[in-house]
């Protein structure tokens, strides 16, 4: 068990049967009243966000989530296989429940797959991953000065905005909290 007054961002916990991940939180002591937490918690069976209180003081069952590094190599319909680095066992995963991070992945790479109980709750993605722009309207000489940005399609089918000098074919980092450009690679 953890107190509330310990939360911290990352820190997983289950409460209503459900295993929850926060995502931020702030200690709030009116000035009538009881001192209360609330905080932004990220469900990690189906990726829904939710915004709890809980009274300061009030106990709440941590979640041991096991991080175990994988290699994400293929699509096959609707499922997407990784695989254990350590004992090559293959792991499958359907596309709704990792929607968002597909946005990301690319065939080879490294990422991990939280696990609890035995059951697969989806992937943790880097903080920053490099992709190659495939298509994006060319610069014009000039427009950089106006500090700018135009659309560009990775290789994984996002679409973020980047300043006018990145053209296809530039290796780009991006950082997938947000999915934003964060520099040239």
Same mark, same amino acid.
């Given at each position: 068990? @953890?107190?509330?007054?310990? #939360? =911290?961002? $990352?820190?997983?916990? &289950?409460?209503?049967?459900?295993?929850? !991940?926060?995502?931020?939180?702030?200690?709030?002591?009116?000035?009538?009243?009881?001192?209360?937490?609330?905080?932004?918690?990220?469900?990690?069976?189906?990726?829904? @966000?939710?915004?709890?209180? #809980? =009274?300061? $003081?009030?106990?709440? &069952?941590?979640?041991?989530?096991d991080? !175990?590094?994988?290699?994400?190599?293929?699509?096959?319909?609707?499922?997407?296989?990784?695989?254990?680095?350590?004992?090559?066992?293959?792991?499958?995963?359907?596309?709704?429940?990792?929607e968002?991070?597909?946005k990301?992945?690319?065939?080879?790479?490294?990422?991990?797959?939280?696990?609890?109980?035995?059951?697969?709750?989806?992937?943790?993605?880097?903080?920053?991953?490099?992709?190659?722009?495939?298509?994006?309207?060319?610069?014009?000489?000039?427009?950089?000065?106006?500090?700018?940005?135009?659309?560009?399609?990775?290789?994984?089918?996002?679409?973020?905005?980047?300043?006018?000098?990145?053209?296809?074919?530039?290796?780009?980092?991006?950082?997938?909290?947000?999915?934003?450009?964060?520099?040239?690679?």
């Open positions: 068990m @953890i107190s509330v007054n310990d #939360f =911290r961002t $990352g820190l997983t916990i &289950e409460v209503d049967g459900g295993i929850w !991940r926060v995502l931020d939180f702030q200690h709030v002591k009116p000035g009538k009243g009881a001192a209360f937490v609330r905080s932004k918690l990220r469900n990690l069976r189906n990726g829904a @966000i939710q915004e709890k209180t #809980f =009274r300061a $003081g009030e106990k709440v &069952e941590k979640a041991q989530i991080n !175990r590094k994988m290699q994400y190599l293929y699509a096959s319909g609707d499922q997407h296989v990784f695989m254990d680095m350590e004992s090559y066992e293959q792991v499958e995963l359907p596309a709704a429940s990792i968002y991070e597909l990301f992945l690319k065939e080879n790479m490294e990422v991990h797959i939280m696990m609890y109980q035995g059951e697969t709750l989806g992937v943790e993605l880097p903080n920053t991953v490099e992709l190659v722009v495939t298509e994006t309207e060319p610069g014009i000489k000039g427009d950089t000065a106006s500090g700018g940005t135009k659309p560009a399609t990775l290789e994984t089918g996002l679409i973020v905005q980047v300043p006018f000098f990145v053209n296809e074919g530039d290796k780009l980092i991006i950082n997938t909290t947000e999915g934003t450009y964060v520099s040239r690679a």
